[in-house]
């Protein structure tokens, strides 16, 4: 089955500066790659995704590359804000069945 | 706003006895979902369905069996709860044609 790998575990940053989470995925014929964010006590909630046939999706502060001959996706936050604060998790799927997600990111922005 | 409901958020078992965390969701979602989160392992999945009575096993199926006998309930058995299966369980849901998963709040199982 499918294996994403997500790198770092942990990310500090300050107030202001930009953030950048990285994924790895085995399966080739995965097609769809989303990203969630969970913030403290609360259920996962999707932020951005994009599909294969896409290489860069980006929606206001927050964008998603992804090169299929690598197998590599990651997300992208600029300005980032306090309640930017959260654990951000990858993941990857084949025809948007069976999802498979990262170990997760935890993002903390110091003000 | 598509909501996802499980039945317990908290539920403490002893070792042997057998669980169950249910699961509804209210959008008439092709597919459901079970998944484990652990701290530092993320989320795995244990099973998921993309029908009535159809079930596929995720990376974590041991210990669980899953049960999908109408299309909104999807239901988590573990036959004999081990100490090892304490953990957060989410459940979640999704139109097979968008891929976005919508969570439940979470059941966390102790297993004393």
């Known amino acids: 089955g499918e294996n994403v790998e997500q790198h770092p575990s942990t990310l500090s940053v300050q107030e202001g500066d930009s953030a950048v989470i990285k994924c790895t995925y085995s399966?080739?014929?995965?097609?769809?790659f989303p990203w969630y964010k969970q913030e403290l006590g609360k259920r996962p909630q999707l932020i951005i995704d994009?599909?294969?046939?896409?290489g860069e999706k980006k929606d206001q502060r927050i964008a998603v590359t992804l090169n299929k001959t690598a197998k590599h996706f990651s997300l992208h936050i600029t300005e980032t804000q306090p309640e930017d604060s959260a654990v951000y998790f990858c993941a990857a799927s084949w025809n948007n069945n069976d999802m498979r997600f990262g170990a997760g990111t935890r993002l903390t922005v110091k003000p | 706003d598509v909501k996802v409901t499980q039945s317990s958020r908290y539920l403490v078992k002893r070792t042997g006895e057998k669980v169950f965390l249910e699961c509804v969701q209210d959008?008439?979602?092709?597919?459901m979902f079970w998944y484990r989160q652990d701290p530092g392992l993320g989320l795995r999945l244990i099973y998921f369905?993309?029908?009535?009575?159809?079930?596929e096993k995720g990376d974590i199926p041991e210990g669980y069996s899953v049960s999908r006998e109408k299309k909104e309930r999807f239901s988590l058995i573990l036959e004999s709860a081990s100490t090892n299966q304490t953990s957060m369980y989410l459940c979640?849901?999704?139109?097979?044609?968008?891929?976005?998963?919508?969570f439940g709040e979470g059941s966390r199982l102790t297993v004393l």
């Open positions: 959008m008439d979602h092709e597919n």
């Open positions: 399966d080739s014929a995965s097609n769809y």
């Open positions: 994009i599909r294969s046939n896409v």
């Open positions: 369905s993309y029908d009535v009575k159809m079930k």
């Open positions: 979640a849901s999704s139109l097979v044609f968008t891929g976005e998963l919508f």
